[in-house]
């Protein structure tokens, strides 16, 4: 049994932060005592910044970003080609491939993959919400960036079946990718060039 070092605020705290990803218990403490050093500069704004995000952050309805608004930024720029969709595993595949910024295009947000291992099946993700964007017609090309791993190319069958009475056009990322890869991995250029090289499924 080891011994509290802290109050159990400090303890909370680092119990809290060992729970993002990247940091262990080690991390956490490490963390939270660098946290604690710089409280008026990073630890009291973190706080204030952290509970605005929890009572604004919004998940946006029609494509599944986080924002402070819904729809989303993404959603309601007019500058965005609205005929290419990128279909994607999560939220941080969204964010890489923006900050590739090789297109200018709308997303939509899966909220997983198809996963029958863990229990995760079609009803789980937000397929049913894609193909009623398909089916609304202005959408001519489905662009699917999955991960390429089993899961994620199942998942980019799925789909591929769902959508295959639509006039669409379904590509998928290719060259950059290694198999196994995650999106949110990945550099901005391999990303850019993957999207380039896209390929007809």
Known sequence: MSKRIAGPEIERLIQLLAKVPGLGPRSARRAALHLIKKKEGLLIPLGSAMQD?????????????????????????????????????????LWALERAGSMNVRYHVLGGRLSP???????????????????????????????????????????????????????????????????DYLDEGTLAAALRARTSI
Do not use: W
Request: net charge negative; charged share 25%; aromatic share 2%.
């Open 117 to 183: 291992l863990d229990g995760v099946g079609p009803d789980d993700l937000n397929i049913g919400s894609l193909v009623s964007r398909v089916a609304e017609g202005e959408i001519k090309e489905v662009i699917l960036a999955v991960n390429a791993t089993v899961e994620g190319q199942t998942t980019a069958h799925y789909i591929t079946d769902q959508l295959a009475d639509f006039d669409v056009r379904i590509t998928r990322l290719a060259h950059g990718v290694p198999v196994g890869g995650e999106l």
């Open 53 to 93: 995000a929890a009572d604004k952050v919004r998940i946006c309805s029609t494509c599944g970003n986080v924002d402070t608004s819904d729809p989303c930024m993404i959603c309601t720029d007019p500058r965005r080609e609205r005929a290419t969709l990128i279909v994607v595993e999560d939220v941080s595949d």
